[in-house]
C-alpha cells in the first residue's frame, strides 16, 4: 500500500492508552476513522474512537478480525507480542514496520543498530550472569545502570549501580531477564527530536524540545531548547539516519543526551512521543497527525513552530491543580479519561503557549 | 446544577454533525465522554464520541435513556423540536437553556429581542400575508429579504425582493411558512463575535473574526477583522449584552455588520459557530472547549489569541483541494468524514496559521 487512504477510510491502532487517544483525535481531523485493539477495558482512546476490540494479543480470532476492519494498522507502543504481529501482517500493513519494533524492542539491539550506524551511545555491555556483569562494570565503571533488555519503561525495570556492591543485588532485582549494562554520560541537558518518515522516503522532523525528567518519568518539555544550529542541524541528520536505516513509516522519538562532545542517542521510540505533545499547540501538524499522515502516505506537515511552548506532564495527584490549570492564561489543557489517579500514572498534560511579543 | 462536573462525567450533545464532532473532540480534552443523539445513521460526530443514540425526535423513550446516561446537556443546532426539550429538561439541565432557543428559532422573536436591548438591527416586519408584505415593503424599501421565520440556516428558506413584483412569487416560495421582512442594511464588512458566559455569569469573548460569504455560505473568517479598537470594545460589549439577558451558558455566535453608523446586529446563534472556527489553532482554549467549559462549571479560556488566523470552509468539490492543500505549510486540515460531497455541504475547512515575524 502506497497510494493515500481517503478520508473514510479506517486506521487500527494497537493500544488503547492515551497515545491511541490523541491519535484518535488526530485521524479524525483527517477524516479517518479508528478501530482501537486493546486488552484492558474502557481505554482512554475508546472514547474519541469509532470502534473498540477487547481482547487480549493471544486472541488470533479477534487480531484478524481487528485486522479484516481495518485498513491500515498502526501502534501506540512498542512492546507488542511478536506472535500477534505475525497474525495481524497477514492481512494488513503495520506502520511502522516490523524491523522498527525488532529493533527498538531490546535495548541491546537498538544499541548495536545506533552504534552501527555511527552515532554515539552510552557505553554497553550484554549481561547474561554475573560473572558477564563483573567483566563491563570493569570496564565501564560505576555509576552505571544495569536495564532489562526489553519491557521497560518510565524507568521501570532498571537498577543504579553505584559501586561494585551494587552489582549482585541489582543482578537479583531484575529476576533472571536478560539485561543490559549502560555507563553514565556526563550531559549537560536533554533533548529529543520527533521526526517523521513517508513511505515514499520523506522526512520531517519538529524543532528539538528540552526535556526535564522527575523520579524517571518525564516532567517537561520546552520549545525551543538549548542548542546551537550546529546541535539543532546534527539532532535532525541523526534521526534522519535513523528513520532511513530502518526504512521507517511514522513518528519516532530519538531522545538525545547533549554533551561536551557531541550528541548522545539515549533511546529511540517508534512511536508518538510523550515529549512531542508541545506540537499539539505550537504546529500546524502536531505529532499525533504526522504519523497518521505518514501511516496514510499523505503528505507529511514540514514540522514548522508557530508558537513558542512548554509541556508539562500531569502525574498521579497533579489532578487536583486541574481547576487552579484551567485558569490559566495561554494554558492548554489535554486530559487523558483515566478514572484513577495513581501514583506515577500519566494522567494528563498541559501546554503552555508563549505568545509572540508584538 | 452549579457544581464544576469532573473528568468522566458524560456531556450528552444533540446532533451529530461536524460541530458536535469538534464538540466531542474538546471534551476528550478535558477528560470527558460525550453521548451524540442523532436521528440521522453514521453521524460525522459518532466518530469521535463514547456513545451514539440514533432516533428520532419523536421518540420519547429514547430522549429519556440518554438524558439518564448522561449528566448534562447541550446541542449543536438550535433547531430542536420544543417537545424533544420538555422531555429532557425533566432529567438533566440542558445548557445554553430554553430562553436562548426560543428566542434563536424565530427570527422575528429574535430582532425584537435584540431592539429591546438597544441593539441595531436590519429593519424588519413580521409578515402574516400579502398585504402585510406589501404594507411593509413600502415602509421598508427594496431590496429587501423575505425569510421563514424558523428553520432557516446558510441562505435556506429566503427570496430576495429586488422591485415590488418580486414580493409575490417570493411570498409563494415560502409556501405560506411564517416569514419576516428584512430590510437590507448598507454595511461594508461582517464581523462575528464568538462570546461565551458561564454559570456564574463570568463572560469572556474571543478576537472579532471578519467574514466573508459566498451563495450565501460562509468561505472565509480571518483574524483579526478590520475593526477600530472602539468598534472591537462595541461589539464585545453587545455580545456580552445579549448573553446576560439570556442569563446564557456556553458559546454564541453573534454575527455583524459593521456600517458607518455602527455595528448592526445580523443574527445570533446559541452554539458554537462556524466562523469560530479558526480559534482551534488560534487559541489555547477553542470555542469547542470553551462551550464545554460553560456547559460543566469550569472555569473559561480568556479568549486570548496567540497567533493570527485565516479560516477557509471546504464546501462540496473542495474536497479535491485536499492533497494539495495538505502539503501547504502553516496549513491545518479540518475534516468532518462526510461521505458525500454534495453541492453546498461543508465537508471540512483550513486553518492558515500566521506565524509571527520574529
Not at 527498538?104 to 551511545?121: H, N, P
Not at 519538529?206 to 539532532?235: C, K, W, Y
Not at 500531569?314 to 483515566?338: F, M, Q, S
Request: charged residues 20%; hydrophobic residues 45%.
Amino acid at each position: 500500500m502506497t497510494d493515500p487512504l481517503q478520508p473514510g477510510a479506517t486506521i487500527g491502532i494497537l493500544g488503547g492508552g492515551q497515545l491511541g487517544r490523541m491519535l484518535s483525535v488526530a485521524a479524525s481531523r483527517l477524516g479517518f476513522k479508528t478501530h482501537i485493539f486493546e486488552p484492558g477495558a474502557n481505554p482512554p482512546a475508546g472514547d474519541v474512537a469509532h470502534m473498540v476490540t477487547t481482547a487480549p494479543y493471544e486472541d488470533e480470532a479477534a487480531l484478524a478480525a481487528f485486522a479484516a476492519s481495518v485498513d491500515v494498522i498502526t501502534y501506540e507502543f512498542e512492546n507488542i507480542p511478536t506472535a500477534a504481529l505475525d497474525v495481524l501482517e497477514q492481512h494488513r500493513p503495520i506502520r511502522p514496520g516490523r524491523e522498527a519494533l525488532r529493533v527498538s524492542q531490546d535495548r541491546l539491539t537498538e544499541k548495536a543498530f545506533l552504534q552501527d550506524l555511527g552515532l554515539q551511545t552510552a557505553p554497553f555491555a550484554d549481561i547474561p550472569d554475573q560473572v558477564a556483569l563483573d567483566a563491563a562494570l570493569a570496564e565501564i565503571g560505576a555509576p552505571a545502570i544495569l536495564k532489562t533488555r526489553r519491557f521497560g519503561y518510565d524507568g521501570k525495570g532498571q537498577a543504579r549501580i553505584m559501586t561494585a556492591e551494587d552489582a549482585a543485588p541489582a543482578l537479583a532485582s531484575l529476576a533472571g531477564a536478560p539485561a543490559i549494562l549502560e555507563g553514565f554520560v556526563n550531559f549537560t541537558h536533554e533533548a529529543s527530536v520527533i521526526a517523521a518518515r513517508s513511505p515514499s522516503g520523506e522526512v520531517a522532523c519538529f524543532d528539538p524540545g528540552e526535556n526535564v525528567h522527575r523520579d524517571g518519568i518525564l516532567h517537561t518539555t520546552t520549545v525551543p531548547a538549548r542548542l546551537s544550529q550546529s546541535q539543532r542541524m546534527d539532532a535532525v541528520l541523526m534521526a534522519a539516519k535513523i528513520l532511513n536505516a530502518l526504512d521507517y513509516v511514522g513518528v519516532m522519538g530519538v531522545e538525545l543526551f547533549v554533551t561536551p562532545k557531541g550528541l548522545v542517542v539515549n533511546e529511540i521510540a517508534p512511536r508518538v512521543h510523550n515529549s512531542g505533545h508541545w506540537t499539539q499547540n505550537g504546529c500546524a501538524v502536531d505529532q499525533f497527525e504526522q504519523h497518521i499522515r505518514a501511516v496514510v502516505s499523505w503528505p507529511l506537515g514540514d514540522g514548522q513552530r508557530h508558537s513558542d511552548v512548554v509541556m508539562e506532564n500531569l502525574i498521579g495527584d497533579d489532578v487536583i491543580r486541574i481547576p487552579e490549570l484551567a485558569r490559566e492564561r495561554d494554558c492548554a489543557l489535554h486530559l487523558y479519561g483515566k478514572a484513577d489517579a495513581k501514583p506515577g500514572r500519566k494522567m494528563g498534560h498541559i501546554n503552555r503557549v508563549i505568545r509572540a511579543q508584538k
